[in-house]
């Protein structure tokens, strides 16, 4: 009769030299969710210059490894596969720069949001910056569930809107009552009102790098005076609900039909400035605060 003994199993052990440290530190950290409260932590990051290019998969990786590299003790999931329990906000569309990024994690130990952002941040590549770190009470809606709106800024890569006065015709844009959209999906085709969904718009200006034409940098890095522009822009907040999720760049196009501007989308740079969630109940008037200050 076979029996389990000692030399078996040193000898079935032998035979799988390729187990890596990664995968014992899942096992340990498996043992210690058993035993240990884990916290859910927000955490809010920046996204500029060549990370722009960067799809939210590989983000969603990237953040993977920096969680690791940072050894932030972070909880694993039960199963044969375990993965780390991380949830990221409404994704950014390719191209697109941000300030405004959130995503969710959830830990066993740490000893202090900024320290973990210190650490984090040490282990980051140029274009990602994280930006804050907050605690969050474990009855919080994870970050996906929990976005509502954002908000937005457009500037051009070079060149001007060519409208006399910008100002003046955002304002004209945005007073519509209505305005008319066709939205295309895989299945169908839908008449909606744009209106509905854009919660404030306006014309103002915003200081660049003028090596990269980056917002978002210029608004995160130290750069002399000297290697800055000014120049003008479109600010607006959106729908960014699941349900009613309403892109930027339509909205800027259906703005150009109105004003006469023939302006590609690939001639703008769009720049994610924050992203909210509702706190306000089923018939109150809405309430929109960042993600990071939800409870």
């Known amino acids: 009769m076979f029996t389990w003994d000692k030399n078996v199993s040193n000898m079935f052990l032998s035979l799988i030299p390729s187990i890596s440290l990664h995968m014992i530190k899942k096992v340990r950290y498996k043992t210690l969710a058993k035993g240990y409260n884990r916290m859910k932590v927000r955490i809010k990051f920046a996204k500029y210059g060549a990370m722009k290019f960067i799809g939210h998969l590989d983000m969603m990786r990237f953040f993977q490894k920096a969680v690791r590299r940072a050894e932030i003790d972070v909880k694993y999931s039960e199963g044969f596969s375990p993965h780390q329990i991380m949830s990221f906000a409404a994704p950014l569309g390719v191209g697109i720069e941000s300030r405004g990024e959130y995503m969710d994690l959830e830990v066993l130990s740490m000893s202090a949001p900024e320290d973990m952002k210190d650490a984090l941040n040490r282990v980051m590549v140029e274009g990602v910056e994280v930006l804050a770190v907050n605690v969050l009470p474990d009855q919080t809606k994870n970050a996906m569930a929990s976005v509502a709106a954002a908000s937005y800024q457009i500037h051009l890569k070079e060149g001007n809107f060519g409208v006399p006065d910008l100002a003046s015709s955002v304002a004209s844009f945005y007073a519509?009552?209505?305005?008319?959209?066709?939205?295309?999906?895989?299945?169908?085709?839908?008449?909606?009102?744009?209106?509905?969904?854009?919660?404030?718009?306006?014309?103002?200006?915003?200081?660049?790098?003028?090596?990269?034409?980056?917002?978002?940098?210029?608004?995160?890095?130290?750069?002399?005076?000297?290697?800055?522009?000014?120049?003008?822009?479109?600010?607006?907040?959106?729908?960014?609900?699941?349900g009613g999720n309403i892109k930027p760049t339509v909205v800027f196009e259906e703005f150009c039909a109105f004003a006469g501007c023939d302006i590609p989308v690939s001639d703008?740079?769009?720049?994610?400035?924050?992203?909210?969630?509702?706190?306000?109940?089923?018939?109150?008037?809405?309430?929109?605060?960042?993600?990071?200050?939800?409870?």
């Open 176 to 242: 519509q009552a209505q305005i008319p959209y066709t939205k295309e999906t895989k299945k169908s085709t839908l008449e909606i009102d744009l209106k509905q969904g854009i919660y404030s718009m306006e014309a103002g200006e915003t200081s660049v790098l003028t090596e990269i034409m980056s917002a978002a940098a210029a608004m995160l890095l130290p750069e002399p005076t000297e290697n800055r522009m000014t120049v003008p822009c479109i600010r607006m907040t959106v729908d960014a609900s699941s």
């Open 268 to 295: 703008i740079q769009v720049t994610r400035l924050e992203t909210y969630t509702n706190l306000a109940k089923d018939g109150e008037p809405r309430q929109l605060v960042p993600l990071l200050l939800q409870n």
